[in-house]
């Protein structure tokens, strides 16, 4: 079984970033908006932070207390909607369930919505002119087609249909074109005989957030298994009290998958590559240049 490491694959996405930066009239800026202190979260934009020390963008962190309240979100993201110095914006996901997350996203500039969650982006990807797209279902093509594994004329099955990832992944997938034109299922926890139709696939795409949801049963043999899930399971035996698995079976897959990416290491480094490219992309627009 082919292990598909995503680490290369960001640094050659990083590299290019970094050239473009150097060469351009000012850094790109990207403003994270974090609520409360959820631990994975906390990673995730301190990952986020770092690539954008590595490559020369500019990066602001604002960290809000859990309890803060819509206004005053609402508020600074109209701040960052009209700073110059901004491009993109991105409000780490889950927020606090007091908060209404879909008015919160909706009231980002849909020119600096850089994780692609805006409604105006949804819908550009829907009537198939995408504009900016979410960054793990960009990354998670953008691996495949680093490892020669196309999706053209493939059956796909996505399993997980959330707005950060499935349903996005799906519609990128049904694309007229030739990173596009994969015949998709898209599934969830509720889709009766799952095995059987997750069987059917050639590549499967798990992002339903459940940790170890899907078995070597799910799996053709030889298929190509994308986890996009990264999910934190107690571990007494481990340093920090908690290990990472995906929403994969991962020791179920050897011997059995054609391919698959390992939880960590996989798809999570491409999604961080993935916001600086949209990042830039979004600079270049805003400054009315060409995307390169
Ligand atoms: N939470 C988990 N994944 C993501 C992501 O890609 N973007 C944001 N904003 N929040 C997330």
């Given at each position: 079984m082919l292990l598909l490491d995503g680490r290369p694959v960001r640094d050659a996405v990083f590299d290019e970033l970094a050239k473009k930066v150097a060469g351009a009239s000012r850094a790109p800026g990207l403003a994270v908006i974090l609520v409360g202190d959820d631990p994975a979260s906390r990673v995730y934009v301190r990952?986020?932070?770092?690539?954008?020390?590595?490559?020369?963008?500019?990066?602001?962190?604002?960290?809000?207390?859990?309890?803060?309240?819509?206004?005053?979100?609402?508020?600074?993201?109209?701040?960052?909607?009209r700073d110059p110095a901004i491009?993109?914006?991105?409000?780490?996901?889950?927020?606090?369930?007091?908060?209404?997350?879909?008015?919160?996203?909706?009231?980002?500039?849909?020119?600096?919505?850089?994780?692609?969650?805006?409604?105006?982006?949804?819908?550009?990807?829907v009537t198939g002119k995408p504009n900016t797209v979410a960054c793990t279902p960009k990354g998670v093509l953008r691996m495949l087609a680093h490892y020669d594994i196309p999706v053209s004329g493939r059956r796909v099955a996505v399993v997980g249909r959330s707005v950060i990832v499935g349903r996005p992944m799906s519609l990128l997938l049904n694309l007229k074109g030739q990173m596009g034109d994969a015949t998709v299922t898209m599934c969830h926890s509720r889709t009766p005989e799952l095995p059987a139709v997750t069987r059917e696939a050639d590549i499967l795409v798990a992002a339903l957030g459940v940790p170890e949801f899907l078995r070597r049963e799910h799996v053709a043999p030889g298929a190509?298994?994308?986890?996009?899930?990264?999910?934190?399971?107690?571990?007494?035996?481990?340093?920090?009290?908690?290990?990472?698995?995906?929403d994969v079976a991962a020791a179920e897959m050897d011997g059995h998958a054609g391919a698959l990416t390992p939880v960590p290491g996989g798809v999570g480094p491409m999604t961080i590559a993935m916001l600086l490219e949209n990042t830039w992309e979004a600079m270049q627009r805003r400054e009315g240049g060409d995307r390169d």
């Open positions: 990952n986020k932070e770092k690539g954008c020390d590595k490559i020369g963008f500019l990066h602001r962190t604002h960290r809000l207390d859990a309890d803060t309240d819509q206004a005053t979100i609402l508020a600074l993201v109209d701040d960052l909607n491009d993109g914006i991105l409000i780490q996901m889950p927020l606090p369930s007091h908060l209404d997350s879909d008015r919160i996203l909706a009231a980002v500039d849909p020119a600096k919505d850089v994780d692609g969650f805006h409604p105006v982006n949804l819908g550009l990807l190509v298994v994308v986890d996009v899930g990264i999910n934190r399971v107690d571990d007494p035996s481990a340093k920090k009290g908690y290990r990472l698995v995906g």
